[in-house]
């Protein structure tokens, strides 16, 4: 518990005074109501002792209305001391979290980790925000009130409080052994939920296919993984409930222990019968706070994993701390692959001991087969990647050294996949500048051919697209993706399989557009078109991650063998009839 509040106060950063000065309350609302079980023992002994008065009466009324109302004053100000806390931090956090993310390089984005994203901003952060407060509360509040009913029992009398006590003992052993299994079980839960989550979204996300093919075991998998959650969660808790029973009948023992010896103490005359009747009350209500630590547990151990996936995302490295702190600031880009070699997962090789150079004002394609490294070829200049071996020089500065910022300022990309956001086509668009103009937006617009399909929107540029462009069809996704790359104006442009989702048309049509916007500039397009390519400057044949030639497309064509069969077989593809 105590380290889970030291991360909770690791997040809680310049807000530490307003939690240390809510738990300040919490102390002084515990200590009242301590005060108020010690008046009852006062009044109960002055009754047996035939020595209460009116006088008394109307005293110990008065100090009991004093010590609850101040019990409710303290508890008011601790509930609002902390819970605008908890609604800050996690607010914080979110962001925090959300700035973080987008610093992360590209091919931390796999299904699980997407998944697991999805866990922490849906599960995590809202149970963080919604209950830590009132767990670490209770846990204050719990030790407090131990602490003090223990001195005021042994203030009554130290032989009944030492047998009171006696439970303690083996209740906390159990609670020691009780913590590991649960931890584990906690953990098995959470990755239970985390699968479910995943097959979830899968779920959601395949629906087309499932429709079109009827799949009607497509639920299965839901199925399965909702199962194995809810049997993760019953497992969880059924185990904490016997732990829980074991851990209360511990601490009983104590009580029985001093019940059965007090009746021997009062029948030999060595415990008053009021000291005893006291006993017997505040014996069942000592044991009620440490009953609810063991309660809280299973809030305790989800808050506990929830603040290690937070502190999980913390730690990440970023694409910032790995890039250097030099300037980049150069309207051309010579860009010079000195034996680069990647690896995803440190033993396979994406890219391997790739060598080769690209001049100003001229069109560099990238072909292979599918998982020849072309993509990740092209994530590798904008620093998405950062090559484990060689280097990356972009006019004879080594990429490794450039401020992260000035790099990705430097590059323009359109990638295969095209994510637009809810938010007006001009918006979209003006993305690739932020400064730009409406005017410019257009002109953009019109090179990139997306001005005429634009204009026959409801609201034209100011139409609000569906999250996703889903209201968009691929082509003209890929077309405004394009149209910021224009407005960006970078010196290096990476296209990757921008023409993918076209028709012949328009492929022509924004094929022309690129020509006239790349006069300058550095261009690397990825295409499985070899049609779309063969008048590049130089085109790139990998394989496995290796360069398997570099040149013009007839040189390659008498040189590479797999250019040629790749060519052979797009020549026969365009010849098929259906029969």
């Avoid at 959300?98 to 299904?111: D, E, G, S």
């Avoid at 609810?292 to 996936?309: E, P, Y």
């Avoid at 063998?561 to 020549?571: C, H, I, V």
Wanted: hydrophobic letters at 45%; charged letters at 20%.
């Amino acid at each position: 518990m105590i380290a889970m509040i030291r991360k909770f106060l690791d997040l809680a950063g310049e807000r530490k005074k307003q939690l240390y000065l809510a738990w300040l309350f919490q102390a002084l609302t515990s200590i009242c109501e301590g005060a108020i079980y010690f008046m009852l023992f006062l009044a109960i002994k002055d009754i047996l002792g035939g020595s209460f008065t009116k006088e008394k009466l109307m005293q110990y009324s008065l100090m009991f209305l004093v010590y609850t109302v101040l019990h409710f004053v303290f508890y008011y100000f601790t509930i609002a001391k902390q819970r605008p806390v908890s609604y800050a931090m996690m607010r914080d956090e979110r962001l925090s979290i959300a700035a973080k993310i987008k610093q992360f390089p590209l091919y931390y984005f796999t299904k699980d980790k997407i998944s697991q994203l999805t866990s922490l901003f849906t599960t995590d952060l809202s149970f963080v925000e919604m209950n830590i407060m009132e767990i670490i509360a209770g846990f204050v509040s719990s030790m407090i009130m131990t602490v003090v009913f223990a001195l005021m029992l042994l203030s009554v009398d130290w032989r009944m409080a030492l047998l009171l006590f006696a439970g303690i003992i083996p209740g906390y052993i159990l609670y020691q052994q009780f913590q590991k299994s649960m931890v584990q079980l906690g953990e098995q839960k959470k990755n239970t939920q985390v699968a479910m989550i995943d097959s979830t979204l899968e779920y959601v996300q395949g629906m087309e296919t499932i429709k079109a093919y009827r799949l009607e075991q497509s639920g299965k998998l839901v199925e399965k993984q909702v199962n194995g959650y809810c049997t993760a969660s019953d497992r969880y808790e059924a185990t904490l409930t016997n732990w829980s029973m074991g851990y209360k009948i511990c601490l009983n023992l104590g009580l029985f222990l001093s019940l059965g010896v007090g009746i021997a103490m009062v029948r030999s005359g060595s415990l008053a019968p009021a000291t005893y009747l006291f006993f017997a009350i505040m014996g069942i209500i000592f044991y009620r706070p440490l009953e609810a630590l063991m309660g809280s547990f299973a809030m305790m151990n989800l808050a506990n994993a929830s603040l290690d996936n937070i502190a999980e995302i913390n730690n990440l490295p970023t694409e910032n701390e790995k890039q250097g702190t030099t300037q980049f600031a150069d309207t051309q880009a010579d860009v010079r692959f000195e034996n680069v070699s990647f690896s995803y997962d440190g033993k396979r090789d994406a890219v391997s001991h790739v060598s080769f150079s690209a001049k100003p004002g001229t069109i560099t394609a990238l072909v292979g087969p599918s998982g020849s490294g072309k993509s990740t070829l092209l994530n590798l200049i904008p620093g998405f990647v950062t090559p484990k071996n060689g280097r990356i020089l972009l006019n004879g500065k080594d990429a490794a050294t450039l401020k992260h910022s000035d790099l990705v300022r430097h590059v323009s990309v359109v990638f295969q996949e095209v994510y637009l956001f809810q938010d007006t086509m001009m918006n979209n668009i003006r993305m690739g500048n932020q400064s730009a103009t409406d005017e410019q937006v257009v002109e953009a617009a019109k090179k990139a051919h997306c001005h005429e399909f634009i204009e026959k929107l409801p609201q034209g540029y100011q139409t609000v697209i569906s999250e996703g462009g889903a209201s968009l069809s691929g082509g003209e996704r890929q077309r405004v993706a394009i149209a910021r790359a224009i407005l960006k104006d970078s010196p290096i442009i990476l296209l990757d399989e921008a023409l993918s989702s076209l028709d012949a048309e328009n492929a022509v049509a924004i094929q022309k557009g690129i020509e006239e916007m790349i006069k300058g500039k550095t261009v690397f397009l990825v295409s499985h078109t070899l049609s779309y390519i063969q008048n590049s400057d130089q085109i790139l044949v990998l394989s496995d991650g290796i360069l398997q030639g570099c040149g013009k497309h007839e040189e390659l064509l008498q040189t590479v063998p797999l250019y040629q069969t790749m060519w052979e077989k797009e020549k026969s593809i365009k010849n098929w009839k259906l029969a």
